[in-house]
């Protein structure tokens, strides 16, 4: 069983920046590909970026590239991603997902799911 537990949504302003934060309740967290989607209203739930299991391979979303970061830290067990230059595009419920596998982009992929938390970005 693994549980994660994200945090650092809110609301900002276009332009603003935020960083969440994901806690993995886990004994090895470094078995474990993370990543980072995405569901804004009305849309399909979207990969935003992945990170390897020693932090080894990113990947980010074309439309966060240059402007999100994934990063990890498996000695405190969380996977944290900065936002930077938000856009009203960005608004969405962020979920945090681990894989058993070394590093994955497909949502099918990820064996473990955050609640989710909200982030609202106001233009």
């Known amino acids: 069983q693994v549980q994660l537990v994200e945090s650092g949504g809110g609301l900002v302003q276009a332009g603003g920046f935020l960083r969440l934060s994901c806690a993995a309740s886990?004994?090895?967290?470094?078995?474990?590909?993370m990543g980072w989607f995405r569901q804004a209203p009305g849309k399909e739930r979207e990969f935003v970026a992945a990170?390897?299991?020693?932090?080894?391979?990113?990947g980010h979303a074309d439309s966060v590239k240059g402007r999100f970061r994934i990063s990890r830290d498996n000695a405190k067990n969380t996977v944290y991603l900065q936002m930077n230059s938000l856009k009203p595009e960005d608004t969405a419920v962020y979920y945090c997902?681990?894989?058993?596998?070394?590093?994955?982009?497909?949502?099918?992929?990820?064996?473990?799911w955050g609640q989710g938390t909200q982030v609202t970005v106001s233009s």
């Open positions: 886990v004994r090895t967290f470094s078995n474990y590909g």
């Open positions: 997902a681990a894989a058993d596998s070394f590093y994955a982009v497909r949502s099918s992929e990820y064996n473990y």
């Open positions: 990170i390897s299991r020693t932090s080894g391979t990113t």
